[in-house]
Every structure is written in C-alpha cells, then in structure tokens.
C-alpha cells in the first residue's frame, strides 16, 4: 500500500515563494509518473506539474517560469518550489502517482492517477 504524504504548505504574500514536499510510503515499481495538482474552492482539480521516472517535466501554462518540479530518488519525495506567488495560486496541493508510462498529454490530467495524497493548503495574500 503506497500512501503520499504533503506538506510544507503555509501563507506568503503575493511575490512569496514556498516549497512543497510529498513523501511516498512504499514502493512504486517500474516506471512511474508523479505530479502535483491544485483545488481551489469550487474549481475542478487541476494539474500543476509532472515528472516521470526519465526526469521528463510537464508544467501548466499559468505556473511556467515560476514552479519547479523535482524529486529525489533516494529520499522518496517529489517536491515543487513554488516561487512569485500570485494569489490565484491558493489552493490546496496534492501530490498524485501512477505507476507506468503516461503519455505526455495525459500528465496533467487528474484521471490518470490513481495515488493521491490529503493535500496542503497555500494561500497566497495580496
């Protein structure tokens, strides 16, 4: 059973950066993608960032030259530094897998991922 755990989310200002871990509980095997996504209230979920097991990065058009996707193997985390906050980025942030290939266009998509996690919450203030 892998379960994704969040955090680092908290409250900047407009311009703030913050840095957003996802810890992974278990063993995906094989290739995998991982992404990070985004609810914001009454919104429909969507995807932020996206990398698979290559290293191959995906990013929304709203968050490009702003976010960062990463992960580190040997720790089990995926991590999204987030930086020139704008107060349309609050939302809460969840971190999703799914084991196996995805093709790029499906990346972003919240129906491709079968592992989520709770979500962190960030709220960005003007």
């Known amino acids: 059973q892998v379960q994704l755990v969040e955090s680092g989310g908290g409250s900047v200002q407009t311009g703030g950066s913050l840095r957003l871990s996802c810890g992974v509980f278990?063993?995906?095997?094989?290739?995998?993608?991982m992404a990070w996504f985004r609810q914001a209230p009454g919104k429909e979920r969507e995807g932020v960032a996206a990398?698979?097991?290559?290293?191959?990065?995906d990013y929304a058009d709203s968050v490009k030259g702003r976010f960062t996707i990463s992960k580190d193997n040997a720790k089990n985390s995926l991590y999204l530094q987030m930086s020139s906050l704008k107060p349309e980025d609050t939302a809460m942030y969840y971190c999703?897998?799914?084991?196996?290939?995805?093709?790029?266009?499906?990346?972003?998509?919240?129906?491709?991922?079968?592992?989520w996690g709770q979500g962190t919450q960030v709220t960005v203030s003007s």
């Open positions: 278990g063993y995906i095997p094989g290739s995998n993608c």
């Open positions: 999703a897998a799914k084991q196996g290939y995805l093709l790029p266009p499906l990346r972003l998509s919240r129906y491709a991922y079968n592992l």
């Open positions: 990398i698979d097991s290559d290293g191959r990065v």
